[in-house]
C-alpha cells in the first residue's frame, strides 16, 4: 500500500536540493528539452522555469514526502479544471518516458518525483503591486468559484492526505507550531486566536461539505494578465500541490485570507465573497465558518511560515514571505472574530433589525429627575460647523454647549462624525460612534441601567449586566465599587465633561470610534445603548447613499452622468476639500468653478444679506447690477468696456455668437476641434468635442467650418513645427472668404482647456485674429474655463496670446457656482444686437447674482488667489515632472498656473493614449481621497483645475497620491 502523506508524521519538509545546473540537466535527459533553467520560489518543493526555444516550461520537483498517487491526482486536477473552466488557465503536465506525467528524479534520500508542466504566461497576482481594485478581487473570487464547481466532480479521485494546509487541521497546526512564532507575544496571539476560531466553527465542523478543493488558490498561484486598462486581471491557477478532499468554503477562505496583505482593511475581502457566492452560493453555515475559517488560515499561515523559515534558513521565500503573513495575521485579527463573521454575513446576506438595550435610567439630576439629552447633530450636513467649525480643536464640545435650554447634549449613536474627518489623507477616518456620546451643561448623576458588578479599565469602567451585556462608561467620575443593583448611583458627570456610553456583548473592550466600512458589522456586537437615556427613542436608520442613487436615476434624468463608478454622497464643501455623508474628506482637484474654494463665509453672508433686500431682474434699477458691470468691465482692456449678464457659459457663448450674427449679417463660424462651449443649438453646434459628443464632428451644420486643434503634443504638427496651426487656420479662413463665405466670428477658448490645458502655440491668435479682422469677421475668446486668474501669470487666457479679442464670454469662476455669466465686448458691438430686437435675461444681472459676482472679484483680490495660482501651480507642476521622470505612463505635463494637464499614455514614442487606466486611476484617486477627472477628446488627461487657493500641502498630496497609484497599482 502506498505510504500517504501525514503532515502529524512528517512536520518538517526542507525543500527538495537540486541546482539548477541539475535540473537542466534532468530535463534534458527525460524530455529530450534543452533550454535556460532559473529558479522559481516555494516552500517545499524546489520549482525552475525552463526557456526552451519553442515554449516555456515548469520543473517542479516535488518534496521528497508526498507520493506519485499524489501527484498524478494535481495532473489530473488541472486537466479538469482546464476542461470544464476553459477560460481559465492552468499548467498542463508533459508525459515523460513510460507515459507518465510523474516521473523519478535520483536525488539524495528519499525516492522523489519530478514533473514538467506548461508555463501559464503572466505573472502572479500577487507580484503586483500591492493594490488590488474591487473588481480584481471579485475576479479572484469568481476564480476560486469556477475552479472549486470544477474540483467538486472529482469526488473519489484523489488519495486521502492529511495535510498541514487543510484548515480541518489548522487548530491543531497553530497548537504544534505556535512555539516558532519569534514576533514579541506571537504564541499567544497565534493560539488564542484560533482557539477562538475553532470554538466559533465546532458547531458547523461536522456537517460543512466536503469536496476535493485546491487548496491553496491564493494570490501567489493566480496568474495575472494585464488588461485594458492597466490592471492586472487573474486569468489562470497554479500549484496544484495542496489538492485534497477538504471543506469546500476552504477554499473560499484560503482565498480571502490571502487578500488580507493588500490592504489594512478587513472589508477588502468582501468583493471576493460576493463573486464566489453568485456562482457558487454560499450556506448559512458556511458563511458562519468562513470568519472562523480566514482566522484559522492565517494562524496556520504565520505559524508555518516561520517554521518553514527555521528549518529551512536558507530558503529565501520562505523568509522573505514572514512579514507578509504576519500582517494577515494582523488584519484577520483585527477585529473580534463576530464582527469579522457579520462584516461576512451582511456582505451577501439582507442587513439585520438593529439591536437596542434596554436598563433604568443612566443620567439624572437633583430631584430624582431622569435626565433625557437633547439630540447633537455633528454629521456632515450639521448646521452647527458651517465655516470650518468642524475642524477646530474642540469643535464637538462647543457645538454641544452652544445649544440653548438644555441640561445634556447626547450625539446619535452611529452618527458619522464630520468632526472627526481628516483632511489630505489616504485612508477613511474612525468617524462613527459605537454608543452615544453625551455632552453635560450641569452637573449630573450617573447611575446604573442594570445590577452588576463595577470592573476598571483605563479610562472606562465596564458594568457587566443581563445575557452577557457590558455596558462601557468613558468620561464619568465612577466611585461605586464591586456589586450595585439598578439605578444606584455610580458617580458624577461633571458640567462641560462628556460621558461615551457604549454596550456590547464583546468578550474585549469595543473601540468607541470606528470608520464606515466596518461600522454596521461592529454595531450587531455593540447594540444601541440610547434607550437608557432616552426610554421613548425610537432608532432610526439614515437613508443609504445606494437608495438615494435610485431615487436619483429614477427622477433625474441619467443622461446627466456621476463622476464615479461609486458616487460618494458629498453634502459639504468647505475650501478646497469636500466631504461625504461619513465624514470622509477629499481634496477636490477639478472644481474650476469654486475658484474661491467651497463654503467661502464672506460670499454666503453677502448673498444671504442681498437676498433679504432683494432680487429682482436687471429692468429694475439698482446699484449691483452697475458695480458689477463695472467691475468686470474694468478687467479688460480697451475698448472691451460694455457688458451683458446671463447665467452661464452657454448662454454667454450663445449670446456671443449672436452679437457676430446681428453685427456682421453673416452665418458661418470658425471654431477649433476638440472644443466645447456649451449645450444649446448654437454652441452645441460650434462644439466638436467626442469626450462630450461622441457625433460631434458628423453633425455639423453647414455654417460651422472647424479647423486643427492646435496641439503642440500630439497634433498634426509638433513641437517647433506647431507654428503651422496658425498658418493653416489662416489659409483656411481666407479660403472660406475667396469662396464667398468670409466668417461672422472665429470663436476659441484663449488657453485649451478642454484639450488639457495646453497653451496656444506662440502666435496663433494674433495670426488668425488678424486674419478673421481681414475677412471682417469678430474674434470670440471664450474665457469660461481657463480665465479669471487660474492661469496665475495671467487673469485673462488671451493675454498669455498677447492679442484682445472682440468679444469675451465668461462663467463658471465668475459666481463661484452661483449661476453667472457675462459676455464684454465693445459698446458698438453691444449695440449691434439691436437689429435683433431688445436683451433680456431674467436672473442674468439679478442683484443676487451681481452681489456674489462682485464679492468673488473682491476675494480673488483680497486673497492674492491669481498670485496663489502662481505660485502653487509652479510647485505642483515641478512636482508631476518629478514623477513624470519615473512613471513612463505620463506622457506630458500640460498647463500654467493651476489649470493643469497631466497626459497619460502607453507608449511615449506612438503617444498611444490611455483612456481606460486614466478612468481607473480617477477612482484609485477618490479611494485616496482626491476628486480627480479625465478630460480630452482622448480621455487620457488628468484635468487639475482646483479651486484658486490651493494650498502647497494641498498639491503636494495630491502628487503624493497620484505617485502611489502609479507605483501600487490602480
Ligand atoms: N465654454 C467652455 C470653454 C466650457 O468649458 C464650458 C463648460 N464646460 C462652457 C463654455 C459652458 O458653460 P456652462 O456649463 O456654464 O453652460
Redesign the pocket.
Known amino acids: 500500500m502506498t505510504q500517504h502523506f501525514d503532515f502529524f508524521e512528517e512536520a518538517a519538509l526542507p525543500a527538495p536540493e537540486i541546482t539548477p545546473t541539475q535540473a537542466a540537466e534532468y530535463v534534458q535527459a527525460t524530455y529530450g528539452i534543452n533550454g535556460v533553467v532559473t529558479e522559481l520560489g516555494s516552500q517545499q518543493d524546489a520549482n525552475f522555469l525552463v526557456d526552451a526555444d519553442d515554449a516555456r516550461y515548469v520543473l517542479k520537483v516535488s518534496n521528497a514526502a508526498f507520493t506519485r498517487d499524489d501527484l498524478e491526482a494535481q495532473d489530473l486536477a488541472a486537466a479538469h479544471v482546464a476542461r470544464l473552466e476553459p477560460d481559465i488557465h492552468v499548467p498542463v503536465a508533459i508525459p515523460g518516458p513510460g507515459g507518465s506525467t510523474v516521473q523519478p528524479i535520483a536525488l539524495e534520500g528519499r525516492p522523489t518525483y519530478a514533473r514538467l508542466v506548461t508555463f501559464v504566461a503572466g505573472d502572479v497576482l500577487s507580484d503586483s503591486s500591492s493594490y488590488l481594485a474591487p473588481e480584481i478581487v471579485a475576479a479572484l473570487g469568481d476564480l476560486a468559484a469556477r475552479t472549486s464547481r470544477a474540483l467538486a466532480g472529482l469526488a473519489g479521485q484523489v488519495p486521502p492526505r492529511s495535510l498541514q494546509w487543510d484548515l480541518r487541521n489548522a487548530a491543531e497546526v497553530v497548537t504544534r507550531l505556535a512555539d516558532f512564532v519569534a514576533v514579541p507575544g506571537g504564541p499567544d496571539a497565534v493560539l488564542l486566536a484560533a482557539r477562538t476560531a475553532a470554538k466559533a466553527l465546532a458547531p458547523y465542523a461536522g456537517t460543512l461539505p466536503l469536496q476535493v478543493i485546491h487548496g491553496d488558490l491564493t494570490d501567489d498561484n493566480v496568474i495575472a494578465a494585464v488588461d485594458a486598462d492597466g490592471r492586472r486581471r487573474p486569468v489562470g491557477v497554479i500549484d496544484f500541490g495542496d489538492l485534497a478532499e477538504s471543506w469546500s468554503i476552504a477554499e473560499l477562505a484560503v482565498t480571502s485570507t490571502s487578500l488580507l496583505h493588500h490592504s489594512p482593511d478587513p472589508s477588502t475581502i468582501l468583493p471576493a465573497i460576493v463573486a464566489y457566492d453568485r456562482i457558487r452560493p454560499i450556506s448559512d453555515d458556511e458563511l458562519a465558518a468562513l470568519g472562523p475559517l480566514v482566522v484559522l488560515r492565517a494562524a496556520a499561515l504565520a505559524v508555518s511560515g516561520q517554521q518553514q523559515a527555521q528549518v529551512d534558513r536558507d530558503n529565501r521565500y520562505a523568509t522573505e514571505n514572514l512579514a507578509r503573513e504576519w500582517a494577515i495575521f494582523e488584519r484577520a485579527t483585527s477585529v473580534p472574530l463576530e464582527v469579522l463573521t457579520e462584516l461576512i454575513r451582511a456582505s451577501v446576506r439582507p442587513p439585520r433589525e438593529r439591536r437596542t438595550a434596554d436598563g433604568s435610567a443612566l443620567l439624572w439630576i437633583a430631584q430624582d429627575r431622569p435626565v433625557v439629552p437633547a439630540m447633537l447633530d455633528l454629521s456632515t450636513t450639521s448646521i452647527d460647523l458651517h465655516d470650518g467649525l468642524f475642524l477646530v480643536e474642540g469643535a464637538e464640545a462647543a457645538a454641544a454647549l452652544k445649544q440653548d435650554g438644555s441640561v445634556a447634549v447626547a450625539v446619535p449613536y452611529l452618527q458619522p462624525r464630520l468632526t472627526r474627518t481628516r483632511l489630505n489623507s489616504f485612508e477613511a477616518p474612525a468617524s462613527i460612534g459605537l454608543g452615544v456620546e453625551v455632552f453635560a451643561v450641569q452637573d449630573l448623576e450617573v447611575r446604573a441601567p442594570w445590577a452588576g458588578v463595577i470592573e476598571r479599565h483605563d479610562d472606562a469602567v465596564a458594568l457587566k449586566g443581563p445575557e452577557g451585556m457590558t455596558l462601557w462608561l468613558t468620561g464619568a467620575n465612577v466611585s461605586a465599587e464591586g456589586a450595585v443593583d439598578a439605578g444606584e448611583v455610580l458617580g458624577r458627570l461633571a458640567a462641560q465633561a462628556s460621558l461615551r456610553v457604549q454596550v456590547s456583548d464583546l468578550d474585549t473592550r469595543p473601540p468607541f470610534f470606528v470608520p464606515a466600512s466596518l461600522a454596521a458589522a461592529w454595531a450587531e456586537s455593540c447594540p444601541d445603548p440610547t434607550g437608557l437615556i432616552n426610554p421613548a427613542a425610537v432608532p432610526t436608520r439614515a437613508a443609504s447613499r445606494e437608495a438615494l442613487l435610485d431615487r436619483r436615476d429614477n427622477a433625474f434624468a441619467t443622461v446627466q452622468e456621476h463622476y464615479f463608478r461609486e458616487p460618494p454622497q458629498i453634502e459639504r464643501g468647505w475650501q478646497n476639500h469636500l466631504f461625504d455623508t461619513e465624514g470622509r474628506s477629499y481634496l477636490d482637484m477639478v472644481n474650476?468653478?469654486s475658484i474661491l474654494g467651497h463654503g467661502h463665509p464672506r460670499l454666503a453672508a453677502a448673498i444671504e444679506r442681498q437676498w433679504r433686500l432683494l432680487n429682482t431682474n436687471s429692468r429694475f434699477h439698482y446699484r449691483a447690477v452697475v458695480e458689477f458691470s463695472e467691475r468686470l468691465a474694468a478687467l479688460l482692456p480697451e475698448p472691451l468696456d460694455t457688458v451683458f449678464l446671463v447665467?452661464?457659459?452657454?448662454?454667454?457663448?450663445d449670446l456671443a455668437l449672436r452679437l457676430a450674427w446681428a453685427n456682421t449679417g453673416r452665418r458661418d463660424i470658425v471654431a477649433v476641434r476638440e472644443?466645447?462651449?456649451?449645450?444649446?443649438d448654437a454652441?452645441d453646434a460650434v462644439?466638436t468635442s467626442v469626450a462630450?459628443n461622441p457625433n460631434a464632428l458628423d453633425s455639423r451644420p453647414s455654417w460651422v467650418h472647424t479647423v486643427a486643434a492646435p496641439n503642440a503634443y500630439r497634433g498634426q504638427y509638433r513641437g517647433p513645427d506647431a507654428d503651422r496651426y496658425g498658418e493653416d487656420a489662416v489659409a483656411s479662413i481666407n479660403k472660406l472668404a475667396e469662396a464667398g463665405h468670409p466668417p461672422a466670428a472665429f470663436l476659441s477658448?484663449s488657453f485649451y482647456?478642454?484639450a488639457g490645458g495646453m497653451a496656444l502655440p506662440d502666435g496663433y491668435l494674433q495670426a488668425v485674429y488678424a486674419a478673421v479682422r481681414r475677412a471682417g469677421g469678430l474674434c470670440i475668446a471664450?474665457?469660461?474655463?481657463?480665465g479669471y486668474g487660474r492661469l496665475g501669470n495671467h487673469f485673462w487666457g488671451f493675454e498669455q496670446q498677447g492679442v484682445v479679442p472682440d468679444v469675451v464670454?465668461v462663467?463658471?469662476a465668475m459666481g463661484n457656482g452661483h449661476?453667472l455669466?457675462a459676455v464684454i465686448t465693445t459698446a458698438a458691438i453691444a449695440e449691434g444686437y439691436r437689429s435683433q430686437g431688445y436683451f433680456f435675461s431674467s436672473a442674468g444681472g439679478s442683484p443676487v447674482s451681481c452681489v456674489a459676482g462682485t464679492v468673488v472679484l473682491n476675494v480673488l483680490r483680497d486673497e492674492q488667489l491669481q498670485e496663489n495660482a502662481r505660485l502653487v501651480g509652479d510647485h505642483l507642476r515641478n512636482r508631476l515632472l518629478e514623477l513624470a521622470d519615473r512613471h513612463p505612463i505620463i506622457g506630458a505635463v500640460h498647463g500654467m498656473g493651476l489649470y493643469v494637464g497631466v497626459e497619460l499614455v502607453r507608449d511615449r514614442s506612438t503617444l498611444e493614449p490611455a483612456p481606460a487606466e486614466t478612468a481607473a486611476i480617477c477612482e484609485r484617486m477618490r479611494e485616496l481621497g482626491v476628486i480627480m477627472q479625465p478630460t480630452s477628446d482622448r480621455l487620457c488627461v488628468l484635468k487639475i483645475k482646483p479651486p484658486l487657493g490651493i494650498t502647497i500641502a494641498d498639491a503636494d498630496f495630491f502628487a503624493d497620491a497620484l505617485d502611489r497609484v502609479l507605483t501600487e497599482g490602480w
Not at 647 to 653: D, H, K, Q, Y
Open positions: 474650476n468653478v447665467n452661464s457659459g452657454t448662454e454667454a457663448v472644443a466645447y462651449h456649451g449645450w444649446s454652441t462644439s462630450d477658448e482647456g478642454n471664450d474665457e469660461v474655463q481657463v464670454t462663467a463658471k449661476p455669466g
